[in-house]
């Protein structure tokens, strides 16, 4: 059974950082692509960015690129990622998502992304 647990978000000032992270198990964690989603108060979910198996290449949404980092580390099974120079309309429920296949796919899609964890709050506010 695929089990994505996330953990990592909280309360935080705009312009600060934090680190999100999502322990992964039940399949192979290096051979899928993995993202992070989110949803924010009262939206549908949003691709944030993605991470695909094999060469590790990363892509995001222009709304947090420059910002926002994903990686994964295939021995802990754990993919992360580093929010910096946060923005009050950072503030949503992310998720972790892992992909069908081992390419990234820039929208979320329920058919391709076919597991989520609980997700983790994260909020910007002053």
Request: hydrophobic fraction near 35%; proline fraction near 2%; charged fraction near 15%.
């Amino acid at each position: 059974e695929v089990q994505l647990v996330e953990s990592g978000g909280g309360l935080v000032e705009p312009g600060g950082s934090l680190r999100l992270s999502c322990a992964a198990s039940g399949f192979t964690f290096s051979a899928y692509a993995m993202s992070w989603v989110r949803q924010a108060p009262g939206k549908g979910l949003e691709w944030v960015s993605g991470i695909n198996s094999g060469t590790g290449y990363t892509t995001y949404a222009p709304s947090v690129r420059g910002r926002f980092a994903i990686s994964r580390d295939n021995a802990k099974n754990t993919l992360y990622l580093q929010l910096n120079s946060l923005k009050t309309e950072d503030t949503a429920m992310y998720f972790c998502a892992k992909g069908r296949g081992t390419g990234v796919v820039t929208v979320y899609n329920r058919d391709y992304y076919t597991s989520l964890g609980q997700g983790t709050q994260v909020t910007v506010s002053a």
